[in-house]
């Protein structure tokens, strides 16, 4: 049940922000501008839903490799349950575009020329990779650390609680730092760009044609990057626990 809780939990979180992105960027929609106040507010109900999902359903709801790279680390989380979780979250990741790619059918079909792949993951206002690096890794930190210390104790509360908690905590932080920092596109995650990035370049999305994912962006900052941010901020919150 774990692993189908992280599924469904990463499945909401992504569809949910796929499905504004597909909105805003596609031509034949009923939203089609992108709304600063509405992108921060969409991003932070998926994120919160698919965090209260997984944990009302029993699962650590990791949601992030770098929380999972992180707890292998230093959680001695075992390497095999880590891959499966992992696993986990790039089949949502893939379930997530298919079903955006379904429902949007006719949208793409009709966006010729208008550039898709950002719908499926993060690129930043003006690309240089060392500093993007920085910037997502220092965001990454700074989002898992303010979920993970504000959640700090939940688990001696019912179930109902602990999802509600977190699902509150969850939305707070993503709208945090999507008001604060824009520079990398908010990322935070490679499961929400990186594995996006993989399935966009494997399934039949319409209109799609010679668009190609920036490999080198994608694997330098959003998966390395948010790794690093990830891994550091499962270090400093389960030191400080410690240390309370």
């Known amino acids: 049940m774990t692993y189908l809780a992280e599924f469904i939990g990463s499945f909401i979180f992504l569809a949910g922000g796929y499905a504004y ?31 209260a999902a997984a944990a009302i359903m029993g699962g650590p709801a990791y949601l ?66 060392p500093l993007n690096f920085v910037q997502e890794l220092i965001a990454t930190f700074v989002f898992l650390f303010i979920v993970f210390m504000c ?3 939940v688990s001696d509360l019912k179930a109902g609680n602990q999802s509600l ?9 993503v709208a945090f730092l999507a008001l604060t920092f824009n520079s990398t596109g908010f990322s935070m995650n490679a499961m929400r760009s990186v594995f996006s990035s993989i ?7 319409p209109n799609k044609k010679d668009e190609k994912v920036d490999w080198s962006y994608q694997l330098i900052v959003n998966l390395v990057g948010s790794s690093i941010g990830g891994i550091l901020a499962v270090i400093a919150t389960t030191y400080l626990k410690g240390v309370m």
């Open 64 to 129: 992030n490799p770098g929380v999972v790279l992180g707890s292998v680390i230093y959680n001695h989380l075992p390497i095999g349950e880590a891959a499966l979780y992992l696993l986990m979250e790039f089949l949502a990741a893939g379930a997530a575009v298919l079903v955006c790619m379904i429902f949007f059918w006719d949208s793409f079909k009709a966006s010729g020329d208008a550039p898709k792949r950002g719908i499926f993951s993060a690129y930043p206002v003006e690309k240089n990779l």
């Open 199 to 205: 399935w966009f370049a494997i399934l039949p999305i």
């Open 165 to 173: 908690i977190i699902g509150l905590v969850g939305f707070g932080a």
């Open 151 to 153: 959640i700090a104790g």
């Open 21 to 51: 992105m597909c909105n805003v960027s596609l031509k034949k929609t009923l939203v089609s501008t992108l709304n600063y106040i509405e992108l921060v507010f969409a991003w932070s109900l998926a994120v919160g839903f698919g965090l």
